[in-house]
Structure formats: structure tokens, C-alpha cells
């Protein structure tokens, strides 16, 4: 069988296995997990058509520009509609693709780290296989490929994947055409930045390998000179992508400073180095969710063996490179620089560590053990027998892991109660567990559970909510009262805001004006474009009265949300009240034209016609 044949027919194992491991995906339903915000409750990206794709390529709904992920979605709404099984189908599609592609730059790479002379190829390719067979069925691929809500992740790593290989096809010193390459190589990882900006650390990996295995770097200085200057194309389209996400997320997404300082970051970022490394290697207790707790404690154990874990581990790769032996440290240097961005300093989201965040990162490590498979195997028969063994063996087991641990992301009700069993210290397990009994009617169970969320997590607004929801439902209306004070005063603004909002809302049903009043202003205070609050607060000035301060919130509720029924009617009656009954009729018209059988509002208008 000829070299090429034989490439296509691995690669295509591959490809097969790591479909096959994913199977149980199909038929997993959305996940209340982003997947509700992002496809079930989200009209915006069904289609393609051009009020699609200008939502596309024009929003950062949860956080992320990626408009080609959208437009995989889009056609997914056409070919499935609502239907998950599609969705999850498309994931194992682009799953079982990169898995194709990564043996291909597997054997790329595999092929220019071997000394001049070695013409086995056919043990070069095996070891691609087993490289890629490594990425494609281990357990840490799950968060990507069966939350529907990842797609990203597959498809910015599909055209990195396609970048890597047009790279190292401009960069093959036996071939012609290296800028018509790099011209190609370039327009790809535009696409991939467009699918999401998880490439951004891509021109550092560029160097690195070009420095090892593809050996471009040293020589003459005209020939680093040129290898550095096609470098800066790329750096301007990480730069740019990176700056315009940054600065769509600062004020929405990101955790502030205040809140977790660089010290807690630089932990944070010991942490993940050694966190994927190991789970690499020993992918046991993985979790869809590793809540970050704030304040993080920097000189916590975990994190003190995490920093001293990778430091050794660096000088142990320099110490190797130095003598010749370079694969370890490009390994670690390409991990380090694709998870550069998600290590915390950028802190987006509840997590100290994803999984998700391994799906590329890891490349290196896996590479690194097929290519000192393919040594062992080459020394002895013996050799060769037990690295054949420890292969099937690793594969087969991660085959097995990655099937079941697929069946974690079932449901929501089967998402939450995995993650609690894994941690049920972590506020949003607490508040996902609630959320399920709270579902199933059982409201008075989920009470202390929501209030444990939030001791864990004063910043965990959903847990709020639900508490209120639950107490409420479960007729605890005294409880109800007393957590909207005690929460009056809570980290986040807008759960402040509405705790005040409630208890305005509670003293404004009671007649007492005076401490209505208070407690709606200050609301505003932390709310300040909130048309029902605004609306409350004008009903008991009415009432007090205080026709002009009335009038002036009625006036701001009915600006800030016009469909407002409540807010156009309580200023048509001030309206009126203060002899402006023009105007008030044309405000009871407008009310009537949305709600044809507010009697309230036909009465007034009656009145006013017959000159009442």
C-alpha cells in the first residue's frame, strides 16, 4: 500500500473511533446550561437569511464573536429546527473531522522532528494514528463535543487544524509556492477567529515550531529575518480579534480586578498548567464545571503544588532541550501559549479550569507521547510488542471513559445532579439541584439548597431568584419578606436592586407610603432604567400626593419601556389630574389601542369626554 493510501486509511480509523466514542450524544437533549440562551430561547440565528446573518456577524450574545459558529448553526436550524439530535450529529461531524486533520499534522510534524535518513514512514504514520486516536476519544473532549453550546470550540479548532497544515505546507523546504501558502495559510486563521478567538495564541506556536521540528530558524540572518517578518500578518489578525472581543466583554463578562487580584490570577494560572497536564495523562473526576470560589486563596495548598509542579517541570524541559533533546520544552511551550489566554488574567465566566479549554492545547503532550511510542517500538521486537499493548490498552480505555462520561451531558436534570455529585460544595451544583426539585413542585426542598448557593456565591444571581421563586411557591411569605432585607444590601447591583424593588412593592401593598418610597429609590439608585420601578414609585407619590414627582416617573417609565400598560395609564390619570386632559386622552387612546379591555382606562376616558 502506497505511503498516501496508507494516511488516508489511518487517518479515517481515527476519524471513525473518535464519531463512534460520541455516539451516546445523539441523543442527549439541550442542556440548561447556555444551551437554553443560546439555541432553545434564541430566535435570532434560525436560518440564513439576511436578518440572520447580519446577527451574525454582528452580536457577542454570550460573550463570544463567532460568526461562522453561528452560520453552523443557522444551517442546523434548517436541516433539524429544534431537534438536538441534529445539533449534537453536527458536533461528532466536526469532532470526528479535526480528528482527521490532527493526524495529519501529526504525521506533518512527526515527519520534519525525524532525523534525515530514517525512511520508516510506515512507523511514523502508526504513530500519527496513535496521536491522533489520543486527542480524538479522550475524556477531556466532552465539554466540546457534546454540550451544544461549545460548537466553537470545534469549529475554530477545524480551521486551525486546516491553518496548521497549510502552514506547514508554505513552510516545506521541498516545496515551491511559500507565499501563495502563507497568503492561504493567513486567510484561514481569519475564518477560525471568526468561528472564535481561542487562536489568538497561534503565531507564538508558529514560532515555536518553526524553531522545532520544522527548523526555519538559525542559518543566515536573511533567512530569520523572512521567517520572522511573515509572522507579523499574523500577530496584526491575533491582535485585532483579541482587542475587539476584549473590549466587547470588559464590562459585561469579565471579573474585575477588585475581585480577584493578579496574585490570585497568577495561582490561578499555576493551577491550569498543571491541571490539563495531569488530566491528560490521569483523566479521572472531570467535571463539567470546576467552580472558581472568590476570594480565591493564592497560598492554598493546591496551588502552592501546582506552581512548584510546573516550575520543575520547565527546568526539567529546558535542561532536556539543552541537550539536544528540544521536544518536551516545544510541547510545553505550544501548551503554554495556547492556554495563555484562558489561565485567568482574562478571568470570563464562574470556572477556575475547563475541560473545554484543553480541546487544542493539549496537542503537544499527545504528540509527545506517540513520538516516544514510535522510538520504544523501533528499539526491540519486545520493544515494540509492549508499546503496541500500552496502546490499545490506553486507547480502549479512553474509548470507554469518553462513552460514558458523554452520557453526563444527557439532560439538564442528569447535568445537574452529575456535577453535584462531583461537588456539592459549588454553588451553581446547589442552585442546578434546587432548580430540578423546584421543577418538579417541590419547593420547600430546594429552599435550603438556593440559600447554601448563595452563602458560597453571594454573586450567584440566579441563586437569589430561584430562593425567592421557592419561597414564594411554597407559601413562605414571611421568609420571602425577610430575604428581600437581608439581601437588600447584596454584592451584585442588580440582585440590590431588585431585593429593593420587592420590598417597595410589599410596603406599597401594605399603604405604607413613606418607607415605599425609600425603598424604591433606592432601587433606582442601583437601577436607574427599571420602567416598573419608576411606575411603583409614581403610584405612591400619586397617592400621597405629589402630582409633579408622579408625573415626572410615570413621564420615565413610559420612556424607557413604551409597552408598559400600567405606566401609560397611571400617567394619563395624573395627566388628567393636573388639567392637562389633552393630553391624557391621547395616553388613554394609546392604552386602549394595546389593551382594547382595560375598563379602568375606557371609564377615564368616558369621564373626560363627558367633561367629569
Known amino acids: 500500500m502506497s505511503g498516501s493510501r496508507r494516511a488516508w486509511l489511518l487517518a479515517l480509523i481515527a476519524a471513525v473511533a473518535a464519531f463512534v466514542v460520541f455516539i451516546p450524544a445523539l441523543d442527549n437533549e439541550f442542556v440548561d446550561w447556555d444551551d437554553t440562551g443560546v439555541l432553545v430561547e434564541n430566535p435570532n440565528y434560525r436560518g440564513l437569511g439576511a436578518d440572520q446573518l447580519r446577527w451574525m456577524f454582528t452580536t457577542n450574545h454570550y460573550g463570544h464573536y463567532q460568526p461562522i459558529t453561528w452560520l453552523t448553526y443557522g444551517l442546523d436550524w434548517v436541516l433539524w429546527k429544534d431537534d438536538p439530535a441534529g445539533y449534537h450529529l453536527t458536533n461528532n461531524l466536526f469532532h470526528a473531522v479535526n480528528t482527521l486533520l490532527f493526524f495529519f499534522m501529526a504525521l506533518g510534524l512527526l515527519r520534519r522532528a525525524i532525523p534525515a535518513g530514517d ?3 510506515a512507523a511514523t504514520a502508526l504513530a500519527a494514528l496513535l496521536a491522533a486516536l489520543l486527542f480524538g476519544l479522550h475524556p477531556l473532549r466532552v465539554e466540546s463535543v457534546a454540550w451544544a453550546t ?16 497549510a502552514y506547514l505546507r508554505a513552510s516545506d523546504p521541498e516545496r515551491g509556492g511559500r507565499w501563495a501558502w502563507i497568503a492561504v495559510t493567513l486567510v484561514i486563521y481569519v475564518v477560525s477567529m471568526l468561528s472564535k478567538v481561542g487562536g489568538a495564541p497561534l503565531p507564538v506556536v508558529l514560532l515555536v515550531l518553526d524553531w522545532y521540528p520544522l527548523r526555519r530558524l538559525g542559518g543566515s540572518r536573511r533567512n530569520t529575518v523572512s521567517v520572522l517578518l511573515e509572522k507579523v500578518p499574523f500577530f496584526a489578525i491575533a491582535l485585532g480579534f483579541s482587542y475587539a472581543v476584549i473590549r466587547m466583554q470588559t464590562d459585561r463578562w469579565l471579573i474585575p480586578f477588585e475581585l480577584h487580584d493578579f496574585t490570585a490570577r497568577t495561582a490561578q494560572a499555576f493551577y491550569g498548567l498543571a491541571f490539563y497536564a495531569w ?28 506552581a512548584v509542579a510546573v516550575l520543575a517541570a520547565t527546568v526539567a524541559a529546558i535542561v532536556l532541550a539543552r541537550r539536544g533533546r528540544p521536544a518536551a520544552l516545544v510541547a510545553a511551550l505550544c501548551y503554554a501559549a495556547m492556554l495563555g489566554p484562558l489561565l485567568g488574567y482574562f478571568q470570563n465566566g464562574p470556572q477556575v479550569v475547563a475541560d473545554r479549554y484543553s480541546y487544542l492545547s493539549c496537542a503537544g503532550w499527545v504528540l509527545l507521547v506517540a513520538a516516544g511510542a514510535r522510538v520504544l517500538a523501533l528499539r526491540s521486537r519486545a520493544g515494540r510488542t509492549a508499546v503496541i499493548a500500552a496502546a490499545v490498552a490506553a486507547v480502549t480505555t479512553l474509548g470507554v471513559m469518553t462513552w460514558r462520561q458523554t452520557n453526563d451531558w444527557q439532560d439538564t436534570a442528569t447535568f445537574w445532579r452529575t456535577l453535584y455529585a462531583g461537588d456539592p460544595e459549588g454553588s451553581n451544583a446547589n442552585n442546578g439541584i434546587g432548580w430540578i426539585l423546584l421543577d418538579e413542585g417541590r419547593a420547600g426542598e430546594a429552599v435550603p439548597l438556593f440559600r447554601k448557593a448563595v452563602e458560597i456565591n453571594p454573586r450567584n444571581r440566579e441563586a437569589y431568584y430561584n430562593l425567592w421563586r421557592a419561597l414564594r411557591e411554597s407559601g413562605r411569605n414571611d421568609e420571602l419578606a425577610a430575604s428581600y432585607a437581608a439581601y437588600a444590601d447584596a454584592p451584585l447591583g442588580i440582585v440590590r436592586a431588585d431585593a429593593r424593588y420587592r420590598l ?7 399603604r405604607r407610603n413613606e418607607e415605599a418610597i425609600r425603598f424604591f429609590r433606592l432601587a433606582l439608585e442601583q437601577r436607574e432604567e427599571h420602567a416598573p420601578t419608576h411606575t411603583n414609585l409614581a403610584m405612591v407619590l400619586a397617592r400621597i400626593p405629589d402630582n409633579e414627582a408622579a408625573l415626572w416617573h410615570f413621564q420615565r417609565a413610559v420612556v424607557i419601556d413604551g409597552n408598559l400598560v400600567n405606566a401609560r395609564y397611571g400617567h394619563a390619570r395624573i395627566l388628567h389630574r393636573v388639567g392637562r386632559s389633552d393630553e391624557a386622552v391621547r395616553e388613554l387612546r394609546t392604552v386602549l389601542s394595546m389593551q382594547p379591555g382595560h375598563r379602568n382606562a375606557r371609564t377615564l376616558l368616558d369621564e373626560i369626554r363627558s367633561g367629569g
Request: no cysteine.
Open 504 to 510: 417597595g412593592n410589599i410596603a406599597l401593598r401594605a
Open 119 to 121: 525512511e520508516r514512514s
Open 150 to 165: 461549545e460548537r466553537r470550540d470545534l469549529v475554530s479548532a477545524f480551521f486551525l487544524l486546516l491553518t496548521m497544515l
Open 279 to 306: 488530566k491528560t495523562f490521569l483523566p479521572t473526576g472531570l467535571l463539567a464545571l470546576y467552580e472558581l470560589r472568590l476570594p480565591l486563596d493564592p497560598f492554598a495548598p493546591r496551588f502552592i503544588v501546582a
